[in-house]
């Protein structure tokens, strides 16, 4: 009899032992089990409507930086080229776009114009631009001549010394845009001459129309080192803010990411 209590109770250990794991599992098991996934109408149609509008968000910013990469390699294949000498007649655009250029003629200060609304770090100035005639010609091309502050007294201008006689200049060839933002209609302003006036923007048919003679539809932007009555020219390459968009883009697909990853959250829920 002992012996067989002996094997009864060995047996019962042996049971107990076998069964213990399925009785004691972790009740962080049956929670996760007890999870079941449904999608809720208005966290799936947020969803549906955002993500894509991120995503699309995203792909602008890179394509913008994209074209600004193909810009900043043209830019850089053009100004290897050598340069151009101005023409006295009509450039083709694309033809002498970013290219550097030689023009020869003579400056006409009374019919420059001050562009308004230019800073220079931080300080508020005109861009001063005047048209060159042409040699032997009646063609003129508008030279940016670069940055000049702006005066305390806004009805004052600033007087801007221009070389008199045959110069020559070189600079960049510069297309202005034909989409302006305008706060007010531009007037004649200053103590200068009549004609001298302050834009808002640089706008070449407007001034072709305004002054009656034959214009490039180029501007040169006057070099840096150029001796022909320039003045500040710390200028902005037209490539500037790639790492902009790039930054941007990646915000943008972040809150795509973050979109999805909230919207799995919101839509796992305990089994009843």
Do not use: C
């Amino acid at each position: 009899m002992t012996i067989l209590n002996m094997a009864n109770d060995d047996t019962s250990r042996s049971v107990s032992a076998d069964y213990a794991p399925d009785a004691l599992r972790p009740t962080i098991v049956g929670r996760v089990s007890r999870r079941r996934f449904r999608p809720r109408f208005w966290p799936t149609l947020a969803t549906l409507l955002l993500v894509p509008l991120f995503i699309s968000a995203g792909q602008w910013q890179w394509n913008k930086a994209a074209a600004k990469a193909r810009l900043q390699a043209d830019l850089a294949a053009r100004g290897e080229q050598s340069a151009l000498l101005m023409p006295s007649v009509p450039v083709d655009v694309e033809a002498v776009r970013y290219r550097k250029l030689v023009a020869r003629g003579t400056f006409e200060p009374q019919y420059q114009i001050l562009i308004d609304n230019r800073t220079n770090r931080g300080q508020a100035g005109y861009h001063v631009v005047t048209p060159l005639r042409l040699e032997g010609s009646t063609m003129r091309v508008l030279v940016n001549r670069g940055w000049v502050p702006i005066l305390a007294d806004r009805g004052t201008l600033p007087q801007i010394a221009t070389p008199t006689g045959s110069v020559e200049v070189t600079g960049l060839a510069i297309v202005p845009g034909t989409r302006f933002f305008t706060l007010a209609k531009d007037a004649a302003s200053g103590t200068t001459g009549a004609w001298q006036s302050v834009w808002q923007n640089l706008d070449l048919a407007r001034y072709a129309k305004t002054v009656g003679f034959p214009v490039q539809p180029v501007v040169v932007q006057l070099d840096a080192d150029s001796p022909a009555g320039g003045f500040v020219r710390e200028w902005t390459r037209p490539d500037d803010g790639r790492q902009t968009n790039l930054g941007y883009a990646l915000q943008w697909w972040t809150f795509a990411a973050t979109t999805v990853v909230l919207w799995l959250l919101l839509n796992f829920h305990k089994a009843k």
